[in-house]
């Protein structure tokens, strides 16, 4: 699979971006930021592996929650795996190598290419799940390989959606095979490894969009065109008439609409 988040992808990205809640989004990070935190509190140098890190901002954005977190550990290094050749400029205008207190010190272009030399203290995996595997076996192939590069005591911290998510009613326009909350708690019991749940309560898309005025209507026409893009389909009026009925439902249901985002801890205690 391969989905175009930052080249054409990145018009409809802004839709969805400018319509987090930012205190919400605040809540994301900072759960994320806690869990690092709480695996390399003990350690003087760590290393944190992102994989499908994007265009850096939410590395970023962890990294600067985590500077109250841990100011035990001294030297926290990142190595960001991201296929996208734009995602990876855009990565090096926000996370200039050698510059975020010297802290990133490679850039990989594939999960596959991480070997025990990049031997990590903690992997993530920040919504990129659900691109990295077409099957819950897959995806236990997956994890049991990012595990197997962690380091003693160390965990695998992912951000995903649940399969109730309204992300995937709306998803009937495209559908993720695997990469969900339910899946990655397949395979972490698949693999025998421990893994927990916390909920963030990152909320998303604002009730603003009625479905009424023009500026809606052109807004979700781009979410249309972007889905009819990466999944290679004609959504057709059908489609796009239930498309439009779901949001108008969901966003009758309260101010914003909560895609039910999870942060799931998975320790490798290996
Ligand atoms: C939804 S984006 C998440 C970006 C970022 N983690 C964030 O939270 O903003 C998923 C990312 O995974 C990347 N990706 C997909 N398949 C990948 C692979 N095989 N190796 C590395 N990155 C991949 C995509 O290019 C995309 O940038």
Known sequence: MRYDFWGKGAAVARVFGTRVSLQTWHNLVCGVAREISMVVRARKVARWVDVGSGDGETCLEVMEAMNDLSPECQRLMLVTVECDPTARTLQSEILPDAEVGGRVVARLS???????????????????????????????????????????????????????????????????????????????????????????????????????????????????????????????DARRERFLKQVKKLASQGEYLDFQDNIVVISTNS
């Open 110 to 236: 594939d999960w596959r290419e991480l070997s025990s030399e990049h031997g990590a203290t903690v992997v993530t995996l920040l919504h990129s799940a659900y691109y990295l595997a077409d099957s819950r076996q897959e995806l236990a192939e997956v994890l049991r390989y990012l595990s197997e590069i962690i380091t003693a005591e160390g965990a695998l911290v992912l951000a995903s959606l649940p399969c109730s998510s309204p992300m995937f009613q709306l998803g009937e326009l495209g559908l993720y095979k695997t990469g969900r909350t339910e899946d990655i708690l397949w395979a972490a019991e698949a693999l025998g490894l421990t893994a927990r749940v916390r909920q963030p309560g990152m909320k998303w898309l604002a009730m603003g969009l009625q479905c009424k005025g023009e500026r809606d209507m052109a807004e979700l026409d781009a979410v249309i065109r972007y889905v009819e893009g990466r999944h290679d389909l004609h959504v057709g």
